[in-house]
């Protein structure tokens, strides 16, 4: 069965419409997804290596990435995409929720989350097909990452940079 996504105007909100996966939006016509950072009180961040046959990114390193599905909340949405593609749970309460990002040129909404849990990356129940590796990565490692993710806007890898910083760092400006 083909997954389906609400379509949602440019604040977010349901239009009442709904699309295939892959289908083609109109202007003012978005998907809506979410990213989750999962970091640990050492500050480390788990990275997942995606399949190589997979579309975008193949097999690249990145954080947990999914499309909402129809009849989703975002919240609901970054709790799924832990669960199937690491095997962690979380709750709506661990989640801390960072930004909101419009990127135009994808038809896309994404909210950002992050998730701080302690992982043992022996014990991750990887999604097969979707997900081939995982490592830990230091706050510095995981900021260089995202100022070379061009396929991301510039402002979405700025802000999660500096929003790394102040966690690991305690910056003064935070």
């Known amino acids: 069965m083909t997954e389906q996504f609400d379509i949602m105007d440019r604040c977010g909100n349901p239009t009442g419409l709904v699309a295939d996966k892959g289908s083609a939006l109109h202007p003012g016509q978005y998907y809506h997804g979410t990213h989750v950072y999962v970091y640990n ?6 990275l997942q ?3 190589y046959d997979k579309e975008f990114l193949p097999g690249g390193w990145d954080i947990v990435c999914e499309h909402t599905i129809a009849g989703e909340s975002p919240a609901e949405c970054a709790i799924r995409g832990v669960r199937e593609e690491i095997g962690l749970c979380a709750t709506e ?3 801390q929720f960072v930004q909101r990002f419009i990127w135009e040129e994808y038809n896309h909404i994404v909210d950002v989350f992050f998730f701080q849990t ?3 990356l022996d014990k991750l129940i990887l999604e097969e097909g979707k997900v081939i ?3 830990k990565v230091s706050a510095q490692e995981m ?3 995202i100022e070379t993710m061009h396929y991301r806007p510039e402002e979405y890898r700025k802000h999660i ?4 910083k102040c966690r690991a760092y305690r910056s003064e400006s935070c």
Do not use: P, S, T, V
């Open 118 to 120: 302690d992982f043992d």
């Open 41 to 46: 009180m050492a500050m480390e961040f788990l």
């Open 133 to 135: 590796g995982a490592k």
């Open 49 to 51: 290596q995606r399949a």
């Open 161 to 164: 940079a500096d929003e790394i």
């Open 93 to 95: 309460n661990d989640l």
């Open 143 to 145: 900021i260089e990452l």
